[in-house]
């Protein structure tokens, strides 16, 4: 158990639907990280927070957002949804981010089926 | 700004060694290495830092050539479980920790 939590598990919806993925970081970890895994792509780095503010930006798509919320949980808004953004969705936190190197801690993911 | 990893996938019987390589074409600050098991979520193996410095499992070796900006993760008497799919994850900007990773390697172990 890495210590960070996502929600919800498993998420069936229909195309143009919008869905939100929640993340609860480890105590004490600023920094939240979200990534899209899908078969044929690994692991394609989102977007990352750092103590509320965004910190940078990886390939997401302008249909998703996300935020950080004062209490340092993180979520991601998926719009308009399509059936290519059927993927594994995986957010990460580290205590790093904000100037320093360290381990990424992944949660177990949101497995998310566009239909 | 991804890396690209070779091999794609590779086959060893326990005790044989492996290496996987990573290579990109952007300067770089540190390399991850995190192995995931199907069906789990990553886990972090090591970081090797420019400038040396490397933070991680005593049991796995790599290194890290910053003027080739390369990497090589080595696998030394593999076991079973150390079957799953490896990433390197680079880092251009110093200190931003946000990685880019590569499409993986993925290792079977058998007996």
């Known amino acids: 158990d890495s210590g960070v939590t996502q929600t919800p598990k498993h998420l069936i919806t229909a195309t143009g639907q919008r869905v939100t993925l929640r993340c609860s970081p480890r105590?004490?970890?600023?920094?939240v990280y979200w990534y899209q895994q899908s078969l044929d792509q690994g692991l394609q780095f989102l977007i990352q927070?750092?103590?509320?503010?965004?910190?940078a930006k990886g390939n997401i798509l302008e249909r998703f957002s996300a935020q950080q919320f004062p209490d340092l949980h993180s979520e991601l808004n998926l719009s308009s949804l399509e059936l290519g953004d059927s993927a594994l969705y995986f957010c990460?936190?580290?205590?790093?981010?904000?100037?320093?190197?360290?381990?990424?801690?992944f949660g177990e993911g949101s497995r998310l089926t566009v239909l | 700004q991804q890396p690209v990893q070779s091999p794609q996938a590779v086959i060893l019987r326990e005790g044989e060694d492996a290496v996987i390589n990573c290579s990109s074409s952007?300067?770089?600050?540190?390399v991850h290495w995190y192995r995931q098991k199907h069906g789990e979520a990553p886990v972090f193996l090591m970081i090797?830092?420019?400038?040396?410095e490397q933070k991680g499992h005593e049991k796995i070796s790599a290194s890290f050539n910053e003027k080739k900006q390369q990497s090589s993760l080595y696998l030394t008497a593999s076991q079973l479980s150390y079957s799953g799919t490896y990433f390197c994850?680079?880092?251009?900007?110093?200190?931003?920790?946000?990685?880019?990773f590569g499409t993986g390697t993925r290792l079977t172990v058998i007996p």
């Open positions: 927070y750092y103590n509320g503010e965004e910190r």
């Open positions: 994850g680079t880092e251009i900007s110093p200190g931003a920790n946000n990685l880019f």
């Open positions: 952007k300067a770089l600050y540190s």
């Open positions: 990460a936190s580290s205590v790093s981010g904000g100037g320093d190197t360290g381990e990424l801690f």
């Open positions: 090797l830092l420019k400038g040396g």
């Open positions: 105590s004490g970890d600023l920094s």
